[in-house]
Structures are given as C-alpha cells and as structure tokens.
C-alpha cells in the first residue's frame, strides 16, 4: 500500500511536502499520496498567531487527522512545530536545513538601513516585529499575514513599503529575485528551526517510519534540537520575540538566542558553545541563562 503525506495546502507547504514525497519515493520505490489539509492558521489570516497560541496554528488539524489514520506522514515547517503535545507523533527525520536567514523584501528595492523613516514595514512574527523596533524605531510596524504569495502582493500593491521573509521559503517556491537584502543573523536572529522541515509519522506505522528515518541529517537534527530546547524553557513557541540559531561544525556546536521586548527597547543575549552530542542540554542551559537575565521578562503576558 502506497504511503500518504498530510500537508497544507499553501504553494510553500506543498512543495516542501511534494519534495520530501519524492525523496522517499526514491526509498520505497513509490512516490506517497498528498492529503492536503486546511489549518487554523490558513483559514483564519487576519488574526494574529498569538492570539490563538501561535504554536500548533498550523499543525493541530493534521495532527488530529494523521493520529485518526488518514495519513502515515506529515511534512511541516519546523518552527511552526509546537514544543510540547505530540502524544502518538513521531518526529522522525529533519532532512538537511535550507539556509536559515530572514530577507527583506521592499517596493522600491531600498535595504533596511535605507528605508525612509515612517515607512511601513508589515511582519505578522513578534519575533521580527521587536528586533526591527530596536534597529529602526523610526519605522512604522502594521500587522499582515498570509502565504509567501499574498506577502508580496502586499509589498508589490504599496499597503506596505516592506516585508520579511524566510529565505528558506523564498528558495524552495523560486522567487529569490523578490529578494532585496538577506539579513545578517546577527543583525536578526532567525526564528528557532528556521529553513528545516520536520518528517513526522504517526506511532504504528512503522513501514513509513523506516523509510522517513533515512532521510535524517544529523547535525541538522542536532541544531533544531538546541534551538527548541532554548524555546521549550522559556516555555512558548513561534510567537514569542525569540530567535535562536545553532551552528554544528564537525562534532562542536555553537548557540546564539535573542529575546527583544515588544517595543525593541530591551534585548537579552546568551552565546554558547558544546558538544554536538549534547545539543538539548546545550539549548536548556542557555534557556536558563536567558531567564535568569531576565528574558522572561520581556514576553508578552
């Protein structure tokens, strides 16, 4: 029986899956069906995620579905994974990571530093919103969200001068030429996870997780490990003004987190280096030592 895969129905969403499908089809020697799946956070694009949690907003309807037995597979975004709550999911495999950097993307093709002051910048991310707040306080901040697609319309039609984007996501669909300037992770720190995808199979279904195991790259693995144990401690998911990054080098790792409060005028830092082996205990040390700087301070209630 050919294997499925669970997937939002969004033109980054299905390509991911779509890629990932062929890659397993090279295992199996069959490329697995798509079941797409409309989530909270596709139908409902108005609402910011942290009004409804953030964390599972596009997750929780497959979850629910691939745990029914609709689908063996599901391929997501990693950061969109919440920390906590996967009873009877299995995150198998996190294939080798796309690069990790946000990208600006502007009408008139000006860079972040030369955006007229007033200018409107649209980020539906908490995370992007502070750290933007505290490199250019100048700059007005409006709330957009919706699908890679519906992002750049937005720029393309002037309800905002300017957006972000994960360049992963802007690679993976082929519309690199929107791209105005790649930020520096460390002018802006990626969200947790940012530009690797999670293969997750459903307990039981152990044909599928054999073959979704081989596609694992380990130090990848070993980096979103850290970077969401720094998320796990501070105790939310993608909605909080949090980024993370971890760097595998050989059997070494290193680990830089950022937690800017919402108005961009408090920032917290931790920077860590560790074994590759140790990647969680890595990211929960540094967890703890941005709340003990006072991190948690500075998220939203």
Do not use: W, Y
């Not at 995150?91 to 502007?106: G, M, Y």
């Not at 250019?136 to 699908?147: E, K, Y």
């Not at 054999?210 to 401690?233: F, S, Y």
Request: with cysteine.
């Amino acid at each position: 029986m050919a294997l499925t895969i669970g997937s939002r129905g969004s033109a980054l969403a299905l390509a991911q899956s779509r890629m990932m499908a062929a890659e397993i089809g090279k295992i199996t020697g069959e490329v697995p069906q798509i079941v797409i799946v409309k989530t909270t956070g596709d139908v409902d694009q108005t609402t910011r995620l942290a009004s409804f949690g953030g964390a599972g907003a596009f997750t929780m309807e497959i979850d629910v579905r691939q745990r029914a037995g609709e689908f063996e597979i599901s391929v997501h975004s990693l950061k969109d994974l919440p920390t906590q709550g996967r009873e009877g999911l299995l995150l198998v495999a996190v294939p080798p990571r796309a690069p990790v950097e946000d990208c600006l993307v502007s009408r008139s093709g000006a860079t972040l530093a030369q955006l007229p002051a007033g200018a409107v910048v649209g980020t539906g991310s908490e995370r992007r919103r502070a750290q933007l707040r505290r490199l250019r306080p100048d700059l007005a901040v409006a709330g957009i969200r919706g699908n890679v697609d519906t992002r750049l319309r937005k720029v393309r039609e002037g309800a905002v001068e300017a957006t972000f984007l994960a360049r992963a996501g802007l690679v993976r669909l082929g519309l690199t030429e929107h791209i105005t300037e790649v930020m520096d992770v460390g002018v802006i720190v990626p969200a947790a996870a940012q530009g690797a995808l999670a293969i997750v199979v459903r307990e039981g279904a152990d044909e599928a997780r054999a073959a979704v195991a081989r596609l694992d790259h380990a130090p990848t693995h070993a980096e979103i490990l850290a970077e969401r144990a720094v998320l796990g401690r501070l105790g939310g998911g993608c909605h909080l003004p949090m980024g993370a990054l971890a760097r595998a080098d050989g059997e070494r790792l290193t680990l830089h987190a950022r937690v800017v409060s919402p108005d961009g005028a408090r920032m917290v830092e931790e920077r860590a280096e560790g074994a590759l082996a140790d990647a969680a205990q890595l990211g929960a040390q540094v967890g703890a030592a941005l709340v003990a700087g006072g991190a948690v301070e500075l998220l939203p209630a």
